[in-house]
C-alpha cells in the first residue's frame, strides 16, 4: 500500500480566544446546570406561621435580685419585671458557671464571680458573661 499523503485534508486551528470563550461556556453552563433543582420537584414553602421557641423558663421560676441557671443560659432578674440572659460559659476557662448565691453567680473551676449584669464581680475572669439573647412572652422566657 502506497504511504499516504494527508496534504488533501484541511487543517483547522482554533484561536486561543475562541478556545478560552468555549471553555467558559461549557463552564458557565455546568455551573448554571449545577444549582438547578434535581427533577421537577419544587422547594418547599415555608413555615405557615411563626413556630414558637421552647421556654426556657417561666418568669416566677426566676427570683427577683438573683438568678436561674438553664441548660447553657443564665437568667437574672435584677428588678421586678426586668430580665437579662447570658451564656453559662466562663469566658476565664470555658468552665460553665453553676452556682447562683443571691444576686451572685459562680464559675466552679476557678471561683470567678459574677452579677447580675454579667459583669465579674471577682476574678480570675477579666471579661464579662456573654449576653444571650431573650424573649419574654407572657410568663415565659424564650431564647431569642
Do not use: W
Amino acid at each position: 500500500m502506497p504511504d499516504q499523503d494527508h496534504t488533501d485534508v484541511p487543517q483547522y486551528r482554533l484561536p486561543r480566544r475562541q478556545a478560552l470563550a468555549c471553555a467558559g461556556i461549557a463552564f458557565g453552563t455546568t455551573a448554571i446546570a449545577s444549582c438547578a433543582t434535581y427533577g421537577n420537584n419544587p422547594a418547599p414553602p415555608p413555615p405557615a406561621g411563626e413556630q414558637a421557641a421552647p421556654a426556657l423558663a417561666k418568669t416566677a421560676d426566676v427570683p427577683v435580685g438573683s438568678a436561674l441557671i438553664v441548660d447553657d443560659t443564665v437568667l437574672t432578674q435584677p428588678k421586678a419585671g426586668e430580665f437579662a440572659g447570658f451564656s453559662s460559659v466562663c469566658p476565664h476557662a470555658g468552665c460553665a458557671v453553676s452556682k447562683v448565691d443571691g444576686a451572685q453567680v459562680s464559675c466552679p473551676c476557678h471561683g470567678s464571680t459574677f452579677g447580675l449584669d454579667g459583669a465579674v464581680i471577682s476574678g480570675p475572669a477579666r471579661d464579662p458573661l456573654t449576653p444571650a439573647p431573650i424573649t419574654v412572652r407572657g410568663d415565659s422566657i424564650v431564647a431569642g
